[in-house]
């Protein structure tokens, strides 16, 4: 599922933040945040304390993995990851290094199941970037596909809920508001699964 991750070149450079460490952020953010996504919420909290106590990591970025180590509550780690995402973007920004991603029009993926994976990754990767392409790909694709079985009925609200906050997500062009609706929509993928009856923790 990373396979892009692969297709970014590593450039070794002198600087105090090195690549070889971004990715091992992006593998451990990324982990947490489909944890999360999943309510798999222990998963996430590891993932968030290991990257807290791994070598050289940034203190911006330590404080926010440390904010998602203490969530035992969805409504808490669906911002906290969010937050975390914005903290990635912002020294991105501020340092005009990052990753590259390649440009997308379309998510991969074979069918539904996969595309509906690849479209949180994707609003994943935009966030951290912050890359628009990426971003609006994903948000493009991340209403799942709609649940027909009427013994799921407690699903629709908060499908209702998850589109408006895909609306909101392709209107605005503030990624602080993007990362608080990506926030928002976390502890909706959660509450959903948990509604469709996928298991987790
Ligand atoms: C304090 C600043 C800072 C923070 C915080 C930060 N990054 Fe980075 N990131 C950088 C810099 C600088 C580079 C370029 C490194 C290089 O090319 O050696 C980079 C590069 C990357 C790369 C590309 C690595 C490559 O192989 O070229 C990825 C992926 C990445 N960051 C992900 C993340 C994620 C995900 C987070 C948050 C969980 C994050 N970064 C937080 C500064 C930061
Ligand atoms: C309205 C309901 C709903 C929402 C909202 C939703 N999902 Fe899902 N998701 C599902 C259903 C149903 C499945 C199972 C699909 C299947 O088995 O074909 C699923 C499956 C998945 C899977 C695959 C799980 C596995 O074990 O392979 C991932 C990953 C996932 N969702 C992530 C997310 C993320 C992240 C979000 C939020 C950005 C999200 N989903 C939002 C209903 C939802």
Redesign the pocket.
């Known amino acids: 599922m990373l396979w892009f991750l692969f297709a970014l070149t590593a450039t070794a450079e002198d600087d105090a933040v090195s690549a070889q460490s971004m990715v091992g952020h992006f593998e451990a953010s990324t982990h947490a945040m ?1 944890a999360v ?2 309510g798999e919420l222990r998963d996430a909290r590891r993932q968030a304390r290991a990257l807290a106590k791994q070598n050289g990591v940034p203190a911006p970025l330590k404080e926010a993995a440390q904010v998602l180590a203490g969530c035992h509550k969805i409504d808490c780690s669906g911002p906290a990851m969010a937050n975390m995402g914005q903290t990635c973007a912002a020294c991105h920004v501020e340092t005009g290094k990052g990753p590259r991603v390649p440009r997308m029009t379309q998510l991969p993926g074979r069918n ?2 996969e595309r ?2 690849f ?2 990754l994707f ?1 994943w990767i935009g966030l951290v970037t912050p890359q628009e392409g990426a971003w609006l790909v994903g948000v493009g694709g ?1 209403v ?1 596909p709609t ?1 027909t079985d009427e013994t799921r009925r407690n ?1 629709r609200p ?2 209702a809920r ?1 589109a408006q906050l895909v609306v909101a997500a392709e209107q605005t062009v503030d990624w602080y508001q993007r990362g608080d609706l990506f926030g928002e ?2 502890t ?2 959660a509450a ?2 948990d509604a ?1 009856g ?1 298991k987790n923790d």
């Open positions: 489909l996504g999943t539904d199941r509906h994976s479209a949180a609003m991340a799942p649940a699903v908060i499908e998850f929509m976390l909706l993928c959903c699964h469709s996928l």
